[in-house]
T-cell receptor
Framework: QKEVEQNSGPLSVPEGAIASLNCTYS??????FFWYRQYSGKSPELIMS????GDKEDGRFTAQLNKASQYVSLLIRDSQPSDSATYLCAINTDKLIFGTGTRLQVFP | GAVVSQHPSWVICKSGTSVKIECRSL??????MFWYRQFPKQSLMLMAT?????????EQGVEKDKFLINHASLTLSTLTVTSAHPEDSSFYICSASDREQFFGPGTRLTVL
């Protein structure tokens, strides 16, 4: 079992809709969780970090963490075509462990 | 977030030559920096953890004599790809840790 698992997608949503990205992890010790956005040919950009159970909102983004279920998600409200990218989930042990990413496509 | 720079942004070299890539944290001091490699349509692969003032820690399967890492100061780490070959062509990305990891813009290496 991979340490961080994500559906590779692509996840296609219409402009204005909510995009829901999911991630599961196997390391129960992890305390820090991150979502990165990576445009094609570019390096990852940190968009959300979450450390405790529950929801954390930042603008159109909401991260949700459930440590009991070992599950972290990212919701993007009012999706825009500019949100089209690969979203990487990462957990922090002594180093960042990345999932393979979910490709999101937002169509006009 | 914190700013991390990389230089050069791209490089083309002949097989057998060495290439040095610099990674700088511009607005914070980073005792730890990380070097990743990413092949097309694949996820990031951690190569090594660079610690200021000490030897780097390499991930399994990464040749430390081929990928030389130096972390001479709290704001600068360098990765030297020695005797580069076409199979070393990839996107090399560094990151610096300030509780959260921030990535540099990456260096695209093409070895002819």
């Amino acid at each position: 079992q991979k340490e961080v698992e994500q559906n590779s997608g692509p996840l296609s949503v219409p402009e204005g809709a909510i995009a829901s990205l999911n991630c599961t992890y196997s390391d129960r010790v992890s305390q820090s969780f991150f979502w990165y956005r990576q445009y094609s040919g570019k390096s990852p950009e940190l968009i959300m970090s979450i450390y405790s159970n529950g929801d954390k909102e930042d603008g159109r983004f909401t991260a949700q963490l459930n440590k009991a279920s070992q599950y972290v998600s990212l919701l993007i409200r009012d999706s825009q075509p500019s949100d089209s990218a690969t979203y990487l989930c990462a957990i922090n042990t002594d180093k960042l462990i990345f999932g393979t990413g979910t490709r999101l496509q937002v169509f006009p | 977030g914190a700013v991390v720079s990389q230089h050069p942004s791209w490089v083309i070299c002949k097989s057998g030559t060495s290439v040095k890539i610099e990674c700088r944290s511009l607005d914070f001091q980073a005792t730890t920096m990380f070097w990743y490699r990413q092949f097309p349509k694949q996820s990031l692969m951690l190569m090594a953890t660079s610690n200021e003032g000490s030897k780097a820690t390499y991930e399994q399967g990464v040749e430390k004599d081929k990928f030389l890492i130096n972390h001479a100061s709290l704001t600068l780490s360098t990765l030297t790809v020695t005797s580069a070959h076409p199979e070393d062509s990839s996107f090399y990305i560094c990151s610096a840790s300030d509780r959260e990891q921030f990535f540099g813009p990456g260096t695209r290496l093409t070895v002819l």
